[in-house]
């Protein structure tokens, strides 16, 4: 890599890896860790072909999809997920209520399959159509039709207490700005 590709690419991971970083930390169930080591290995990979790279997030973007896929063919034992309990007391009710439904949804999320995970992150955080989230996972728009909907119905399952946070006084709905899913009770 020549000096000129050495700093566009040095340039790149300063200013995207932590948007990057975000879709690792959801494609990996909320562990840090993990997310960090997919990160790193899609970066290395891009690394390697910077100066071929047209869009360099959409590549990495698509590495990191292809090695969640990996992932999560291969199989490995799920790690538990610790969080740290919320605060029992905020002096804004609002972004309590908001911080509890993040570490439910974290939690929940955590519990799915990889695949059941990945097909939600890239249908609601990634905004992506079934046509792409098929063509990116290697299957066909139907799978990723059904998956999408298991996934839905085991994440309600897992977690009930998400129709509970996401209503302010039990008659309306709150905004759910901050979750990717929509929950029904």
């Not at 959801?26 to 047209?54: F, T």
Request: with cysteine; charged share 30%; glycine share 4%.
């Amino acid at each position: 890599m020549d000096a000129e590709a050495q700093e566009s690419f040095r340039e790149f991971v300063a200013n995207r890896s932590s948007a990057l970083l975000k879709t690792a930390v959801l494609l990996s169930g909320g562990d840090r860790h993990a997310a960090e080591d997919l990160l790193q290995n899609a970066l290395i990979k891009a690394a390697g072909r910077w100066h071929r790279i047209d869009e360099p997030e959409a590549y990495v973007r698509q590495i990191l999809y292809r090695q969640q896929v990996s992932r999560w063919r291969l199989k490995w034992p799920r790690r538990e997920l610790s969080v740290a309990e919320p605060p029992e007391a905020s002096p804004d009710a609002d972004a309590l209520s908001a911080a509890e439904l993040r570490v439910v949804m974290r939690g929940a999320l955590a519990r799915l399959t990889a695949r059941q995970r990945t097909v939600l992150v890239l249908r609601y955080f990634e905004d992506l159509p079934e046509a792409d989230v098929a063509r990116l996972l290697g299957c066909s728009v139907g799978t990723v039709r059904s998956t999408t909907h298991r996934s839905l119905a085991r994440l309600r399952a897992l977690a009930p207490e998400l129709a509970a946070l996401g209503r302010g006084d039990g008659a309306q709905p709150r905004s759910r700005d901050f979750s990717p899913v929509e929950v029904r009770p």
